[in-house]
Structures are given as structure tokens and as C-alpha cells.
């Protein structure tokens, strides 16, 4: 089955850290990808997602993330987090020809302490 | 735009009762989607909705049904509530031609069954 894996569960970062989550996916073919954000208490929202062209992907508030083909990853990254940036991740995909709906990972609780 | 909405944002039932989420979106969207969110289980899809008329079954449909009143409204039942359905329950809505099946999450719903 097709799906979507993200290795790290649990994430704890002191303030200016650098973060890279990560986020594998399985399916063959053209691929969209997401990641979501869902700050404490509130509801999923897009942080950046890739459909094609340029596979590094600029989101909000200074996030990144690169799609590599060969190795069926996309990783998000920020250079310097903040504390306001504690949150749950959600790396999502759908393979262009398959079901619209994506698939949605299990997601990483990143907690940074200021 | 107030894009998802749903209501209500708390509630408790006993088990075997019965209530109904409700969804409304305001983006014009064809489809939309209800998720359960669990503590490492990210979220899975329950029942969706393509467009105004139709449903289908997501991953985990047992113990619930659903009714896309018209094109902004898609409802959850629960008939006879259950322990484990304790969780916090997503609306979600897209569109195809914008964003290719990005989704708008509503604030959630969390229910807990006593």
C-alpha cells in the first residue's frame, strides 16, 4: 500500500537550532507533497507543498523542504528554530495518478525549548 | 471567509449515545473529508466526500456515518457511541484546480465517550 512515513516521533530542540524532519513516501510515478503544521490546540494548517519544478520548496515563516527523487524523501527544514515553533508535523502525498486524497504520516511532535 | 467550520468543539458523551459533527466550508470546495486524530496515530481518514451526492468509506468508517447535505455541509453520526472513539475528529475540504488537493482543516472536535 502506499504510504507515507515520518522517522522521527518526538523532536526537542533548544532555540537557533537547526531541524530537519523527515518524510519518505512510497509511491512510484509523479508524486505531491505536503507538510502541515498544527500549533498546540489548534488546527492543521500548509506550511509548503511540491508538485513539480524546483525541488526545493520555500514555505512559510522560513521553512524549506527538498524533494529528492532518487531517494523518495521530503525533508523539512528551518536553519534556526524558535520557540514559537513548537508544534505537531504532518508530511503528506498523493501520487499524481492515484486517489486525490493524500496519504498523511504519523507525525512529529517538536518541542523547543527557549 | 471563515473557510471550515465545525461545532461543536467539546463534547461528552456516555457510551451508547448518539450526536452528529457538523462541517461547513465557504471556499466552494467539491470535496471534503472527515479525520480522527489519535496520539501517534496521526490522522485517518474516516469518510469522504468528492462531491455534493456522494460518500466513501475512508480507513476507519466502523461506528460512524456521514451526510454531504449540499455542497458547503458534510456531517459525522455517531450511532451508539464507544469508548474508542474518544478522539478528536477533523473536517477537511478541497479542490482540485487550486493547490491540486491542498486541504483546509476546520478547528476540530474533541470528544471524549465515557
Known amino acids: 500500500a502506499q504510504s507515507v512515513s515520518q522517522h522521527n516521533h518526538h523532536v526537542i530542540l533548544s532555540e537557533a537550532a537547526s531541524l530537519e524532519l523527515g518524510c519518505n513516501y512510497s509511491?512510484?510515478?509523479?508524486?505531491?507533497l505536503f507538510w502541515y503544521v498544527q500549533y498546540p490546540g489548534q488546527h492543521l494548517q500548509l506550511l509548503l507543498k511540491?508538485?513539480?519544478?524546483?525541488?526545493l520548496v520555500k514555505g512559510i515563516k522560513g521553512f524549506e523542504a527538498e524533494f529528492i527523487k532518487s531517494k523518495f524523501s521530503f525533508n523539512l527544514r528551518k536553519p534556526s528554530v524558535q520557540w514559537s515553533d513548537t508544534a505537531e508535523y504532518f508530511c503528506?502525498?498523493?501520487?499524481?495518478?492515484?486517489?486525490?486524497?493524500?496519504?498523511f504520516g504519523r507525525g512529529t511532535s517538536l518541542i523547543v525549548h527557549p | 471567509n471563515a473557510g471550515v467550520t465545525q461545532t461543536p468543539k467539546f463534547q461528552v458523551l456516555k457510551t451508547g449515545q448518539s450526536m452528529t459533527l457538523q462541517c461547513a466550508q465557504d471556499?466552494?470546495?467539491?470535496?471534503m473529508y472527515w479525520y480522527r486524530q489519535d496520539p501517534g496515530m496521526g490522522l485517518r481518514l474516516i469518510y469522504y466526500?468528492?462531491?455534493?451526492?456522494?460518500?466513501d468509506k475512508g480507513e476507519v468508517p466502523n461506528g460512524y456515518n456521514v451526510s454531504r447535505l449540499n455542497k458547503r455541509e458534510f456531517s459525522l453520526r455517531l450511532e451508539s457511541a464507544a469508548p474508542s472513539q474518544t478522539s478528536v475528529y477533523f473536517c477537511?475540504?478541497?479542490?482540485?484546480?487550486?493547490?491540486?488537493?491542498?486541504?483546509?482543516f476546520g478547528p476540530g472536535t474533541r470528544l471524549t465517550v465515557t
Open positions: 477537511a475540504s478541497s479542490e482540485a484546480n487550486q493547490g491540486g488537493y491542498e486541504q483546509y
Open positions: 509511491y512510484g510515478g509523479t508524486v505531491n
Open positions: 503528506a502525498g498523493r501520487s499524481s495518478g492515484g486517489s486525490y486524497i493524500p496519504t
Open positions: 466526500s468528492a462531491s455534493e451526492g456522494t460518500t
Open positions: 471556499m466552494n470546495h467539491n470535496s
Open positions: 511540491y508538485f513539480s519544478g524546483d525541488p
